[in-house]
């Protein structure tokens, strides 16, 4: 194959996150390495939120100058790329022999949802394009092994993968959102001061469907947040069933 038509590879950074590149040895800084510069990264996203991290704010956290950091990660684009891995971590464990899919992909769901929860900033950063990272992968795999006796084709257990995990990132979005509202307004339920505030603007008349929602006191109650993903999730799982008995 011409090497101008050659596939670019994977960042040198990427590389080293999956052991298939030596780490920089010389240079100013020996103390300094790629899982000390996200390991901080990760610590001042969590202190102070993503638009804290920088290549400067990382390296003054650790003592280095900035452009040392640039030896083991070119840009921070790919940072937040490893950052993500290493707040999120690996899948939950395999599903074992004989377990059907749909206990697996609620283990590899909830395991998400609490992934995300405690790292809200990771849903902060624009997924780019399939999984690159260890754990990235990790996940994909975990998800596809569990629809592997389905009877479904490789395009639709992506698929199936793809809509449970922009489902758990809408709802880790949603809550840090609404948090954030909240912290706002010093309204701990938004959803019933929504409410408050928009039954005097509308009617029954031309708003039939929503008034009966609001007389019902529905979004007035202090809901759990994890009750309610659970819930819904069992309802993307409904539709999945449907597809599954459809193939089998």
């Known amino acids: 194959m011409d090497a101008m038509s050659e596939e670019p590879g994977l960042p040198a950074s ?136 389905t009877g479904l084709d490789e395009g639709e257990k992506l698929s199936v993968i793809l809509l449970l995990s922009g489902y758990v990132r809408n709802e880790v979005t949603l809550m840090a959102d609404i948090g954030a509202a909240a912290a706002a307004s010093g309204e701990r339920n938004v959803s019933g001061s929504w409410s408050r505030l928009i039954r005097g603007v509308i009617d029954a008349e031309c708003f039939p469907a929503l008034h009966r929602a609001l007389a019902s006191g529905v979004l007035d109650e202090d809901d759990d947040p994890d009750e309610d993903f659970g819930w819904r999730l069992e309802r993307v799982l409904d539709g999945v069933d449907v597809l599954v008995r459809e193939r089998g």
């Not at 900035?66 to 790919?78: F, G, I």
């Not at 929860?117 to 624009?126: A, C």
Request: proline share 10%; aromatic share 8%.
């Open 14 to 149: 990427i590389e080293t996150a999956w052991g298939v590149r030596e780490r920089p040895t010389k240079g100013p800084k020996p103390g300094l390495s790629l899982d000390r510069i996200v390991a901080a990264a990760v610590r001042l996203a969590a202190a102070e939120g993503l638009a804290a991290v920088s290549m400067g704010r990382v390296a003054g956290e650790l003592g280095a100058a900035p452009m040392s950091l640039y030896r083991y990660v070119a840009s921070k684009d790919e940072l937040l790329a490893l950052m993500v891995d290493a707040a999120v971590g690996p899948p939950p464990a395999a599903s074992q022999p004989g377990e059907d899919w749909r206990p697996g992909l609620s283990r590899w769901s909830w395991s998400y949802y609490e992934a995300l929860g405690r790292h809200p900033w990771v849903v902060r950063i624009p997924i780019s394009g399939p999984p690159t990272t260890p754990n990235g992968v990790a996940w994909m795999e975990a998800g596809l092994a569990s629809l592997a006796e």
